[in-house]
């Protein structure tokens, strides 16, 4: 059962570009939607996070969207740069950081073109 | 100085081998989590513990087990290592508060041969 669902697998953008994840989730119980970032042989670290209460969050070049009644949010990277590539994850828990932990996206892979 | 820390970095051993992963956070943090990543990239949480309570175990083989010392260590131990057993592991670690952002160790490479 997959609880978050990530699209696309993988995704090439140009730099300068706007690259866009999208997640989907099934648990309505969930509150919170956490973006990991990883680098090659890094363990995952946090981008961004929003709670259901707001509709969008911005953190720099960085956008969370999230829509409640469609169960969806995704990521926005605007002006990307070569080094945004990396493998992207989205997450959900029903208790932030706590005991339940996060719920993980199968992650997107992306790489900004120079 | 290291948030969360992992050791060993890589780690190769034979089939039906037992090891062990050992884990520590600098944080302050009381809740504390095993995941394991597969091959795909695929994040998926093994256990959790709080307060030196297991708090979630998943579908995860009792081969593997985590054992706690204090609240600053959780380490992992798996027993009769098997080939589907090779994944990377990450220790991470948070404070048991509602939005609290999860930290990650750099991951150990487990490869069962």
């Known amino acids: 059962q997959q609880q978050v669902k990530q699209s696309p697998q993988s995704l090439i953008v140009q730099k300068g570009g706007i690259s866009i994840i999208n997640c989907a989730y099934e648990?309505?119980?969930?509150?919170?939607f956490p973006w990991y970032q990883q680098f090659p042989g890094k363990g995952p670290a946090l981008l961004i996070a929003?709670?259901?209460?707001?509709s969008e969050k911005k953190e720099g070049r960085f956008t969370i969207s999230f829509n409640k009644s469609a169960k969806q949010f995704s990521l926005h990277i605007m002006d990307s740069q070569p080094g945004d590539s990396a493998t992207y994850f989205c997450a959900a828990s029903t208790d932030g950081g706590g005991a339940d932990g996060l719920t993980f996206g199968k992650g997107t892979h992306l790489i900004i073109q120079p | 100085d290291t948030a969360v820390s992992q050791t060993p970095k890589y780690l190769v051993t034979q089939m039906g081998n037992d090891k062990s992963i050992k884990c520590e956070q600098n944080l302050g943090h009381d809740t504390m989590y095993w995941y394991k990543q597969d091959s795909k990239k695929f994040l998926k949480i093994m256990f959790s513990?709080?307060?030196?309570?297991?708090?979630i175990n998943e579908t995860v083989p009792n081969r593997f087990s985590p054992k706690s010392p204090d609240k600053a260590h959780l380490n992992l131990h798996i027993n009769s290592l098997e080939l589907g057993d090779s994944a990377v592991y990450f220790c991470?670690?948070?404070?048991?508060?509602?939005?609290?952002?999860?930290?990650f160790g750099e991951g150990s490479w487990l490869t069962v041969v």
């Open positions: 991470a670690s948070s404070l048991a508060q509602n939005g609290n952002t999860i930290y």
């Open positions: 513990y709080n307060n030196k309570e297991l708090i």
């Open positions: 929003i709670r259901p209460d707001v």
């Open positions: 648990n309505t119980a969930f509150d919170y």
